[in-house]
């Protein structure tokens, strides 16, 4: 069963992830990528805190997520695995973290960020590197829940 979802969501763990696509795809295990928290263990373990008790799960920087990414590969555990920027996926992406799509399914508005749809705000940086990983082979999936139609967010931008 291996990775059921790799997702991009500045939020991170919170609703829609967990009762949404988990009600779904049944977690057992939540990879978290962000430098900034794995770099504090307080911030760890509060992002780590919103996890239900059956769900296991761990942050870890960009620089560690490749292997970690490929080892969930090999598991048969269902796992989801969370980034907070398409940046970031990207370069787990370039480095070796191997996923063949990507849910985005949450990034909120912020200076500098046009409204793309309801729940994705872009600037021209995420733009160029969500093109990267679809020129890459990477299928981009643009829904908040997985009862959600996809919508080609890439002709909108």
Not at 7 to 27: N, S, T
Not at 76 to 103: C, D, H, M, Q, W
Request: aromatic share 8%; with cysteine; net charge negative.
């Amino acid at each position: 069963m291996a990775i059921v979802l790799v997702r991009i969501d500045d939020r991170l763990i919170h609703g829609q992830v967990i009762v949404g696509w988990g009600k779904v795809e049944r977690p057992d295990y939540i990879l978290v990528i962000s430098d900034q928290i794995a770099a504090s263990e307080w911030e760890t373990e509060l992002c780590l805190a919103a996890l239900p008790s059956e769900i296991k799960g761990r942050v870890v920087s960009e620089k560690d997520a490749p292997s970690e990414i490929n080892r969930l590969n090999l598991d048969n555990k269902p796992s989801f695995v969370l980034f907070e920027s398409p940046r970031s996926a990207y370069n787990v992406y370039k480095n070796g973290g191997k996923f063949t799509a990507i849910n985005i399914g949450g990034m909120h508005s912020s200076k500098g960020k046009r409204e793309i749809l309801d729940y994705i705000y872009l600037d021209d940086e995420d733009a160029g590197y969500l093109k990267l990983m679809k020129n890459s082979g990477v299928k981009l999936d643009f829904r908040s829940l997985p009862d959600t139609e996809n919508i080609d967010v890439m002709s909108l931008i």
